[in-house]
């Protein structure tokens, strides 16, 4: 069955340190991927997504993410995080683009000390 | 405000209760869906509407029942639910199928 692993399930940074968020999938084929982000008491929001082309995509707030397909991985990267950058991130991939069927990983608690 | 308003936001039933969450998006999307979220737990998908039209329906049990009637909304009917179905319901809504949603707040259900 397909599924997406994010590795690190709580992660606590210092301002100004550098993130990166792991994310891998399960699936051959071809992919759309996304990294959405949710506040504290707020709706889930998209970041970033990549349907084809350059495999680093460039989202809001800074972040950004690659697309390596021989490794099945879309990293969520930030040179310098902000105290506001406290959220849960979810990696998300639809592998089947007739379905709209998103698969969500387990998401990644970031929390960054002032 | 997100595009896309759920209601109720909380909402507290017992087992033998029928009771309906609401989704309305305002962003002219075509493809509507429902997502559950448990605690520890990936979202999970659990129908997905295009044109209102089923197009996905995730091997969920039949005491939740979808319904779209236009583009611009989506229920879910509850009856007869379990204590393990209390979680965050979420409904999203897009353009397409490509899969990118906007998301709702959510509606946080407790089955007691």
Not at chain 2, 31 to 58: C, D, G, T
Request: one cysteine or more; hydrophobic letters at 35%; glycine letters at 8%.
């Amino acid at each position: 069955a397909q599924s997406v692993s994010q590795h690190n399930h709580h992660v606590i940074l210092s301002e100004a340190a550098s993130l990166e968020l792991g994310c891998n999938y399960s699936y051959g084929g071809t992919v759309n991927l996304f990294w959405y982000v949710q506040y504290p008491g707020q709706h889930l929001q998209l970041l970033l997504k990549y349907f084809s082309g350059d495999p680093l995509v460039k989202g809001i707030k800074g972040f950004e993410a690659e697309f390596i397909k021989s490794k099945f991985s879309f990293n969520l990267r930030k040179p310098s995080v902000q105290w506001s950058d406290t959220a849960e991130y979810f990696c998300a991939v639809n592998a089947h683009s007739n379905t709209g069927k998103l698969i969500f990983g387990q998401g990644t608690t970031l929390q960054v000390k002032p | 405000e997100t595009g896309v308003t759920q209601t109720p936001r909380h909402l507290v039933m017992g087992m033998t209760n029928k009771k309906s969450l609401k989704c309305e998006q305002h962003l002219g999307h075509n493809a509507m869906y429902w997502y559950k979220q448990s605690a520890k737990k990936p979202l999970e998908l659990m129908f997905v509407y295009s044109l209102e039209e089923r197009v996905e329906n995730n091997s969920v049990p039949s005491r939740f029942s979808p319904e779209c009637p236009n583009s611009s909304h989506l229920f879910l009917h509850l009856h007869t639910l379990q204590p393990e179905d209390s979680a965050l319901y979420l409904c999203a809504s897009s353009q397409g199928l490509e899969g990118q949603g906007f998301f709702g707040q959510g509606t946080r259900l407790t089955v007691v």
